[in-house]
Protein backbone atom coordinates (compact mmCIF):
# COMPACT_ATOMS: atom_id res chain seq x y z
CA UNK A 1 0.00 0.00 0.00
CA UNK A 2 1.48 3.89 -0.65
CA UNK A 3 2.41 5.63 2.13
CA UNK A 4 -0.32 8.28 4.11
CA UNK A 5 -0.39 10.82 6.71
CA UNK A 6 -2.13 8.50 9.77
CA UNK A 7 -4.06 10.66 12.27
CA UNK A 8 -5.78 9.40 15.91
CA UNK A 9 -8.59 11.83 16.95
CA UNK A 10 -9.75 11.80 20.29
CA UNK A 11 -13.35 13.29 19.69
CA UNK A 12 -15.95 13.24 16.64
CA UNK A 13 -15.58 16.96 15.90
CA UNK A 14 -11.53 16.54 15.61
CA UNK A 15 -11.77 13.56 13.41
CA UNK A 16 -14.29 15.47 10.96
CA UNK A 17 -11.85 18.08 11.10
CA UNK A 18 -8.60 16.33 9.85
CA UNK A 19 -10.68 14.89 7.36
CA UNK A 20 -12.22 18.12 5.69
CA UNK A 21 -8.25 19.34 6.06
CA UNK A 22 -7.43 16.05 4.62
CA UNK A 23 -6.55 16.18 0.38
CA UNK A 24 -8.35 12.89 0.74
CA UNK A 25 -8.56 11.64 3.88
CA UNK A 26 -10.61 8.41 5.00
CA UNK A 27 -11.96 7.18 8.50
CA UNK A 28 -10.55 3.96 9.58
CA UNK A 29 -12.75 1.91 12.01
CA UNK A 30 -11.54 -1.93 12.01
CA UNK A 31 -9.83 -1.38 8.61
CA UNK A 32 -10.61 -5.09 7.12
CA UNK A 33 -12.12 -3.49 3.98
CA UNK A 34 -9.80 -0.22 3.84
CA UNK A 35 -6.37 -2.49 4.55
CA UNK A 36 -6.99 -4.97 1.76
CA UNK A 37 -8.34 -2.36 -0.49
CA UNK A 38 -5.16 -0.32 -0.03
CA UNK A 39 -3.05 -3.20 -0.21
CA UNK A 40 -4.17 -3.85 -4.10
CA UNK A 41 -4.24 -0.47 -4.55
CA UNK A 42 -8.41 -0.34 -5.09
CA UNK A 43 -8.08 2.85 -2.77
CA UNK A 44 -5.06 5.99 -2.12
CA UNK A 45 -6.10 7.95 0.60
CA UNK A 46 -3.57 10.62 1.78
CA UNK A 47 -4.72 10.26 5.23
CA UNK A 48 -6.09 7.90 7.87
CA UNK A 49 -8.15 8.93 10.47
CA UNK A 50 -8.09 6.31 12.73
CA UNK A 51 -11.59 6.76 14.73
CA UNK A 52 -10.26 4.00 17.85
CA UNK A 53 -9.07 6.86 20.20
CA UNK A 54 -13.12 8.24 20.23
CA UNK A 55 -14.52 7.48 23.29
CA UNK A 56 -18.24 6.46 23.29
CA UNK A 57 -18.57 5.23 19.81
CA UNK A 58 -18.52 1.37 20.97
CA UNK A 59 -20.67 -0.78 22.69
CA UNK A 60 -24.69 -1.58 22.98
CA UNK A 61 -27.09 0.02 24.71
CA UNK A 62 -30.99 -1.18 25.28
CA UNK A 63 -33.17 0.90 27.20
CA UNK A 64 -36.17 -0.76 26.56
CA UNK A 65 -37.08 0.90 23.48
CA UNK A 66 -34.29 1.07 20.64
CA UNK A 67 -31.37 -1.32 20.97
CA UNK A 68 -28.23 0.95 20.16
CA UNK A 69 -24.63 -0.44 18.54
CA UNK A 70 -21.96 2.17 18.79
CA UNK A 71 -20.62 2.31 14.70
CA UNK A 72 -17.25 0.94 16.39
CA UNK A 73 -18.80 -1.82 17.67
CA UNK A 74 -17.18 -5.46 16.49
CA UNK A 75 -19.12 -7.70 14.75
CA UNK A 76 -17.88 -10.18 17.70
CA UNK A 77 -18.78 -7.71 19.88
CA UNK A 78 -22.53 -8.15 18.42
CA UNK A 79 -22.64 -11.41 18.07
CA UNK A 80 -22.09 -12.61 21.73
CA UNK A 81 -23.40 -9.78 23.27
CA UNK A 82 -26.25 -11.21 25.78
CA UNK A 83 -28.09 -7.42 25.21
CA UNK A 84 -28.03 -8.14 21.24
CA UNK A 85 -29.10 -12.40 21.66
CA UNK A 86 -31.94 -11.32 24.01
CA UNK A 87 -33.55 -8.35 22.33
CA UNK A 88 -32.55 -9.40 18.19
CA UNK A 89 -31.07 -12.71 18.01
CA UNK A 90 -31.24 -12.67 14.61
CA UNK A 91 -28.78 -9.84 14.38
CA UNK A 92 -26.24 -11.84 16.62
CA UNK A 93 -26.93 -14.25 14.00
CA UNK A 94 -25.93 -12.47 11.28
CA UNK A 95 -23.13 -10.92 12.92
CA UNK A 96 -21.81 -14.53 13.61
CA UNK A 97 -21.87 -15.42 10.16
CA UNK A 98 -19.90 -12.39 8.68
CA UNK A 99 -15.89 -13.44 7.86
CA UNK A 100 -14.14 -15.72 10.44
CA UNK A 101 -13.45 -15.25 13.88
CA UNK A 102 -9.98 -13.21 13.67
CA UNK A 103 -12.44 -10.67 11.01
CA UNK A 104 -15.21 -10.77 13.69
CA UNK A 105 -12.92 -9.26 16.28
CA UNK A 106 -12.05 -6.71 14.20
CA UNK A 107 -14.47 -5.49 11.48
CA UNK A 108 -17.02 -3.11 13.11
CA UNK A 109 -20.72 -2.58 12.20
CA UNK A 110 -20.57 1.08 11.12
CA UNK A 111 -17.63 0.21 9.08
CA UNK A 112 -19.44 -2.05 7.18
CA UNK A 113 -22.79 -0.14 7.31
CA UNK A 114 -20.58 2.85 5.63
CA UNK A 115 -19.15 0.90 3.36
CA UNK A 116 -22.01 -0.59 1.32
CA UNK A 117 -20.44 -3.43 -0.31
CA UNK A 118 -23.23 -5.45 -2.20
CA UNK A 119 -22.07 -8.40 -0.02
CA UNK A 120 -21.73 -7.13 3.32
CA UNK A 121 -24.01 -9.04 5.83
CA UNK A 122 -25.15 -5.91 8.01
CA UNK A 123 -27.15 -3.72 5.09
CA UNK A 124 -29.76 -6.71 5.06
CA UNK A 125 -29.98 -6.66 8.70
CA UNK A 126 -29.97 -2.51 8.87
CA UNK A 127 -33.01 -2.08 6.31
CA UNK A 128 -34.73 -5.40 7.24
CA UNK A 129 -34.99 -4.41 10.73
CA UNK A 130 -35.56 -0.73 9.31
CA UNK A 131 -32.86 0.93 11.44
CA UNK A 132 -31.51 4.00 11.80
CA UNK A 133 -27.89 5.13 10.93
CA UNK A 134 -27.13 7.79 13.06
CA UNK A 135 -24.08 10.43 12.05
CA UNK A 136 -22.58 13.55 13.62
CA UNK A 137 -25.28 15.63 12.24
CA UNK A 138 -28.76 13.76 11.85
CA UNK A 139 -29.94 10.44 11.75
CA UNK A 140 -30.68 8.80 8.21
CA UNK A 141 -33.63 6.15 7.56
CA UNK A 142 -32.32 2.57 6.14
CA UNK A 143 -34.79 2.95 3.35
CA UNK A 144 -32.76 5.82 2.59
CA UNK A 145 -29.29 5.23 3.01
CA UNK A 146 -28.36 2.07 0.87
CA UNK A 147 -27.95 3.95 -2.90
CA UNK A 148 -25.89 2.02 -4.95
CA UNK A 149 -22.69 -0.43 -4.61
CA UNK A 150 -20.55 1.36 -2.71
CA UNK A 151 -22.66 4.18 -2.21
CA UNK A 152 -24.90 5.51 0.46
CA UNK A 153 -26.16 8.86 1.77
CA UNK A 154 -23.26 9.82 3.94
CA UNK A 155 -21.97 13.39 2.54
CA UNK A 156 -18.39 14.38 2.57
CA UNK A 157 -16.85 13.63 5.94
CA UNK A 158 -20.11 12.60 7.85
CA UNK A 159 -18.98 9.98 9.75
CA UNK A 160 -21.77 7.37 11.56
CA UNK A 161 -21.44 6.56 15.43
CA UNK A 162 -23.78 4.50 16.23
CA UNK A 163 -27.43 2.67 14.85
CA UNK A 164 -30.50 2.35 16.01
CA UNK A 165 -32.70 -0.95 15.93
CA UNK A 166 -36.26 -0.61 16.69
CA UNK A 167 -37.03 -4.28 18.05
CA UNK A 168 -38.70 -6.21 15.87
CA UNK A 169 -41.53 -9.03 16.71
CA UNK A 170 -39.18 -11.65 15.04
CA UNK A 171 -36.55 -11.83 12.51
CA UNK A 172 -34.48 -14.38 11.16
CA UNK A 173 -31.49 -14.03 8.30
CA UNK A 174 -30.45 -16.45 6.33
CA UNK A 175 -27.49 -16.37 3.17
CA UNK A 176 -26.14 -18.25 0.97
CA UNK A 177 -22.22 -17.72 2.03
CA UNK A 178 -19.48 -17.48 -0.55
CA UNK A 179 -17.77 -20.50 0.36
CA UNK A 180 -14.15 -19.13 0.45
CA UNK A 181 -14.69 -15.67 1.84
CA UNK A 182 -18.44 -16.14 3.85
CA UNK A 183 -19.63 -13.18 2.09
CA UNK A 184 -22.91 -13.46 0.89
CA UNK A 185 -24.09 -14.55 -2.66
CA UNK A 186 -27.44 -14.08 -1.21
CA UNK A 187 -28.35 -13.15 2.61
CA UNK A 188 -32.15 -12.80 3.07
CA UNK A 189 -33.28 -10.82 6.38
CA UNK A 190 -37.24 -11.15 7.24
CA UNK A 191 -38.63 -8.76 10.01
CA UNK A 192 -42.16 -8.74 11.50
CA UNK A 193 -42.83 -5.71 13.20
CA UNK A 194 -45.23 -3.09 14.33
CA UNK A 195 -45.21 -1.77 10.91
CA UNK A 196 -45.15 -4.75 9.05
CA UNK A 197 -43.44 -7.56 7.30
CA UNK A 198 -39.95 -6.19 5.90
CA UNK A 199 -38.21 -8.23 3.36
CA UNK A 200 -33.90 -7.43 2.70
CA UNK A 201 -31.82 -8.62 0.17
CA UNK A 202 -28.04 -8.48 0.46
CA UNK A 203 -25.57 -9.83 -1.88
CA UNK A 204 -27.91 -10.19 -5.22
CA UNK A 205 -27.99 -6.69 -6.21
CA UNK A 206 -25.44 -3.13 -6.23
CA UNK A 207 -26.71 -2.63 -2.76
CA UNK A 208 -29.25 -3.76 -0.59
CA UNK A 209 -32.73 -3.38 -1.61
CA UNK A 210 -35.91 -4.65 0.01
CA UNK A 211 -38.64 -6.72 -1.94
CA UNK A 212 -42.00 -5.61 -2.35
CA UNK A 213 -43.77 -8.87 -3.81
CA UNK A 214 -42.24 -10.89 -1.01
CA UNK A 215 -43.58 -8.01 1.77
CA UNK A 216 -47.13 -8.35 0.26
CA UNK A 217 -47.15 -11.80 0.20
CA UNK A 218 -45.81 -12.48 3.35
CA UNK A 219 -48.27 -9.73 4.50
CA UNK A 220 -50.89 -11.55 3.22
CA UNK A 221 -50.30 -15.41 4.17
CA UNK A 222 -47.08 -15.49 6.02
CA UNK A 223 -46.05 -18.93 5.05
CA UNK A 224 -43.30 -20.67 2.33
CA UNK A 225 -46.17 -21.36 0.40
CA UNK A 226 -46.87 -17.47 -0.49
CA UNK A 227 -43.51 -16.95 -1.49
CA UNK A 228 -44.06 -19.43 -4.94
CA UNK A 229 -44.66 -17.95 -8.42
CA UNK A 230 -42.65 -14.89 -7.31
CA UNK A 231 -39.61 -13.90 -9.56
CA UNK A 232 -37.06 -11.66 -9.15
CA UNK A 233 -36.07 -9.59 -12.14
CA UNK A 234 -32.29 -11.37 -13.10
CA UNK A 235 -31.54 -8.25 -15.08
CA UNK A 236 -31.19 -6.02 -11.96
CA UNK A 237 -28.85 -8.87 -10.13
CA UNK A 238 -25.39 -8.87 -10.05
CA UNK A 239 -23.35 -11.62 -12.01
CA UNK A 240 -19.62 -12.80 -11.47
CA UNK A 241 -17.63 -15.67 -11.53
CA UNK A 242 -19.41 -16.65 -7.97
CA UNK A 243 -22.94 -16.79 -9.20
CA UNK A 244 -24.89 -15.56 -12.80
CA UNK A 245 -27.97 -12.86 -12.01
CA UNK A 246 -29.90 -15.96 -13.15
CA UNK A 247 -28.96 -17.87 -10.28
CA UNK A 248 -28.83 -14.74 -7.53
CA UNK A 249 -32.41 -14.29 -8.55
CA UNK A 250 -33.25 -17.66 -7.80
CA UNK A 251 -31.10 -17.66 -4.17
CA UNK A 252 -33.28 -14.91 -3.52
CA UNK A 253 -36.15 -16.69 -3.18
CA UNK A 254 -34.71 -20.35 -1.83
CA UNK A 255 -33.27 -18.00 0.96
CA UNK A 256 -36.05 -16.18 1.95
CA UNK A 257 -38.38 -19.16 2.12
CA UNK A 258 -35.77 -20.74 4.70
CA UNK A 259 -36.23 -17.57 6.47
CA UNK A 260 -39.64 -17.56 6.64
CA UNK A 261 -39.51 -21.18 7.65
CA UNK A 262 -37.32 -20.20 10.50
CA UNK A 263 -40.39 -17.45 11.38
CA UNK A 264 -43.20 -20.35 11.37
CA UNK B 1 5.00 9.76 6.93
CA UNK B 2 6.89 8.00 10.00
CA UNK B 3 4.77 7.26 12.86
CA UNK B 4 6.41 6.12 16.39
CA UNK B 5 4.54 3.10 18.18
CA UNK B 6 5.10 1.96 21.70
CA UNK B 7 3.66 -1.54 22.56
CA UNK B 8 4.26 -4.12 24.65
CA UNK B 9 4.86 -7.44 22.56
CA UNK B 10 5.38 -10.96 24.22
CA UNK B 11 6.06 -8.85 28.00
CA UNK B 12 8.34 -6.68 26.67
CA UNK B 13 8.19 -3.09 26.22
CA UNK B 14 9.04 -1.85 22.21
CA UNK B 15 9.28 1.58 20.89
CA UNK B 16 9.74 1.20 17.07
CA UNK B 17 9.91 4.08 14.40
CA UNK B 18 7.97 2.98 11.04
CA UNK B 19 6.37 4.24 8.05
CA UNK B 20 2.55 4.68 8.50
CA UNK B 21 1.88 1.79 6.36
CA UNK B 22 3.63 -0.97 8.31
CA UNK B 23 1.72 -3.32 9.09
CA UNK B 24 1.62 -5.42 12.05
CA UNK B 25 3.10 -8.63 10.84
CA UNK B 26 5.84 -6.64 9.01
CA UNK B 27 7.03 -5.19 12.62
CA UNK B 28 6.67 -8.36 14.35
CA UNK B 29 8.64 -9.87 11.72
CA UNK B 30 10.88 -7.67 10.01
CA UNK B 31 11.91 -4.83 12.69
CA UNK B 32 11.60 -7.26 16.18
CA UNK B 33 12.53 -10.11 13.96
CA UNK B 34 10.10 -12.51 15.08
CA UNK B 35 9.84 -14.57 12.37
CA UNK B 36 7.50 -17.62 13.66
CA UNK B 37 4.35 -15.64 12.72
CA UNK B 38 4.02 -16.11 8.68
CA UNK B 39 2.58 -14.02 5.75
CA UNK B 40 0.79 -16.48 3.87
CA UNK B 41 -1.79 -14.71 1.67
CA UNK B 42 -1.03 -10.78 2.53
CA UNK B 43 -5.20 -10.60 1.75
CA UNK B 44 -6.76 -11.80 5.48
CA UNK B 45 -7.48 -14.72 3.98
CA UNK B 46 -5.24 -17.50 4.93
CA UNK B 47 -5.27 -16.70 8.80
CA UNK B 48 -1.23 -17.72 9.00
CA UNK B 49 -0.07 -14.38 10.11
CA UNK B 50 -2.71 -14.64 13.37
CA UNK B 51 -1.24 -13.00 16.45
CA UNK B 52 -3.25 -11.86 19.74
CA UNK B 53 -4.07 -8.51 19.99
CA UNK B 54 -5.36 -7.21 23.52
CA UNK B 55 -6.10 -11.31 23.97
CA UNK B 56 -8.09 -11.79 21.19
CA UNK B 57 -6.76 -13.37 17.67
CA UNK B 58 -6.68 -10.59 14.54
CA UNK B 59 -4.86 -11.52 11.25
CA UNK B 60 -1.48 -9.16 12.21
CA UNK B 61 -1.68 -8.77 8.13
CA UNK B 62 -4.70 -6.44 8.26
CA UNK B 63 -3.86 -4.63 10.92
CA UNK B 64 -1.24 -1.50 10.95
CA UNK B 65 1.52 -1.19 13.79
CA UNK B 66 0.25 2.41 13.98
CA UNK B 67 -3.07 0.97 15.20
CA UNK B 68 -1.37 -1.12 17.84
CA UNK B 69 -0.29 1.64 20.39
CA UNK B 70 -0.44 0.81 23.52
CA UNK B 71 -1.69 -2.61 22.69
CA UNK B 72 -0.50 -6.31 24.13
CA UNK B 73 0.78 -8.49 21.17
CA UNK B 74 1.44 -12.10 22.03
CA UNK B 75 3.11 -14.02 19.16
CA UNK B 76 3.89 -18.10 18.95
CA UNK B 77 7.34 -17.04 20.62
CA UNK B 78 5.24 -15.90 23.28
CA UNK B 79 3.50 -18.56 23.72
CA UNK B 80 6.09 -20.67 24.47
CA UNK B 81 9.37 -22.14 23.68
CA UNK B 82 11.24 -25.39 23.01
CA UNK B 83 12.14 -26.63 26.28
CA UNK B 84 8.34 -25.19 27.73
CA UNK B 85 5.78 -25.89 25.19
CA UNK B 86 2.45 -24.24 25.91
CA UNK B 87 -0.32 -27.11 25.70
CA UNK B 88 -1.80 -26.19 22.37
CA UNK B 89 1.80 -26.66 20.91
CA UNK B 90 2.39 -29.90 22.54
CA UNK B 91 -0.72 -31.01 21.19
CA UNK B 92 -0.29 -30.39 17.62
CA UNK B 93 3.02 -32.47 18.15
CA UNK B 94 1.37 -34.98 19.63
CA UNK B 95 -1.70 -35.45 17.41
CA UNK B 96 0.90 -34.48 14.36
CA UNK B 97 -1.90 -31.69 13.50
CA UNK B 98 0.64 -30.42 11.11
CA UNK B 99 2.57 -31.43 7.98
CA UNK B 100 4.73 -28.35 6.62
CA UNK B 101 4.17 -26.53 9.74
CA UNK B 102 3.54 -23.05 7.59
CA UNK B 103 -0.01 -22.33 8.87
CA UNK B 104 0.71 -24.02 11.77
CA UNK B 105 1.59 -20.75 14.41
CA UNK B 106 -1.24 -18.80 13.03
CA UNK B 107 -3.76 -22.10 13.59
CA UNK B 108 -2.34 -22.16 17.32
CA UNK B 109 -3.00 -18.78 18.05
CA UNK B 110 -6.22 -19.14 16.63
CA UNK B 111 -7.01 -22.40 18.60
CA UNK B 112 -5.74 -20.82 21.66
CA UNK B 113 -8.47 -17.87 21.54
CA UNK B 114 -10.84 -19.97 20.62
CA UNK B 115 -10.32 -22.17 23.74
CA UNK B 116 -10.07 -19.24 25.63
CA UNK B 117 -13.36 -17.89 24.64
CA UNK B 118 -15.62 -21.04 23.85
CA UNK B 119 -17.61 -22.46 26.90
CA UNK B 120 -17.71 -25.98 25.23
CA UNK B 121 -15.32 -27.06 22.82
CA UNK B 122 -16.38 -30.25 20.15
CA UNK B 123 -15.45 -30.76 16.57
CA UNK B 124 -18.09 -28.73 15.50
CA UNK B 125 -16.82 -25.21 17.31
CA UNK B 126 -13.37 -26.18 16.41
CA UNK B 127 -13.98 -26.52 12.46
CA UNK B 128 -16.24 -23.04 12.93
CA UNK B 129 -13.64 -21.72 15.02
CA UNK B 130 -10.63 -22.52 12.93
CA UNK B 131 -12.48 -21.10 9.31
CA UNK B 132 -9.87 -18.12 9.76
CA UNK B 133 -7.51 -20.08 8.84
CA UNK B 134 -6.66 -22.29 6.91
CA UNK B 135 -4.28 -25.23 6.00
CA UNK B 136 -3.35 -26.73 2.53
CA UNK B 137 -1.75 -30.08 3.58
CA UNK B 138 -3.81 -32.29 6.25
CA UNK B 139 -7.14 -31.79 5.80
CA UNK B 140 -8.17 -30.89 9.31
CA UNK B 141 -8.73 -34.16 10.83
CA UNK B 142 -5.80 -33.98 12.81
CA UNK B 143 -6.13 -30.46 13.98
CA UNK B 144 -9.36 -30.84 15.15
CA UNK B 145 -8.14 -33.79 17.37
CA UNK B 146 -5.16 -31.29 18.34
CA UNK B 147 -7.43 -28.30 20.20
CA UNK B 148 -9.62 -30.96 21.27
CA UNK B 149 -6.87 -32.72 23.34
CA UNK B 150 -4.86 -29.26 24.13
CA UNK B 151 -8.68 -27.78 25.55
CA UNK B 152 -8.45 -30.84 27.62
CA UNK B 153 -5.26 -30.06 29.28
CA UNK B 154 -6.02 -26.25 29.35
CA UNK B 155 -8.77 -26.55 31.47
CA UNK B 156 -7.22 -28.98 33.68
Do not use: W
Not at chain 1, 47 to 76: Q, W
Not at chain 1, 138 to 162: C, H, P, Q, W, Y
Not at chain 2, 42 to 60: F, I, P, Y
Request: net charge negative; glycine share 8%.
Amino acid sequence: MYDFNYHKPGSVDEAIQLFLAAEDGIYLAGGHTLLPSMKQRLAAPTDLIDLAGIRGLSGVEYAGADLEIGALTSHDEVATSPVVRSVIPALAELASLIGDAQVRNRGTIGGSVANSDPAADYPAGVLGLGAEIVTNKRSIAADNFFTGMFETALEEGELVTKIRFPKPDAAAYVKFPNPASRYATVGVFIARTVSGIRVAITGAAPSAFRCADMEEALTSNFSVEALEGISLDAGEMNSDLHATAEYRAHLCIVMAKRAVRKLL
Amino acid sequence: MSVSVQLNVNGKPVTVDCPANTTLVDLIRERLELTGTHVGCDTSQCGACTVHLNGRAVKACTVLAAQCEGAEVTTIEGLGDTDNLHPMQEAFRECHGLQCGFCTPGMIMSAVDLVHRESSINEQVIREGLEGNICRCTGYHNIVRAVETAAKKMRN
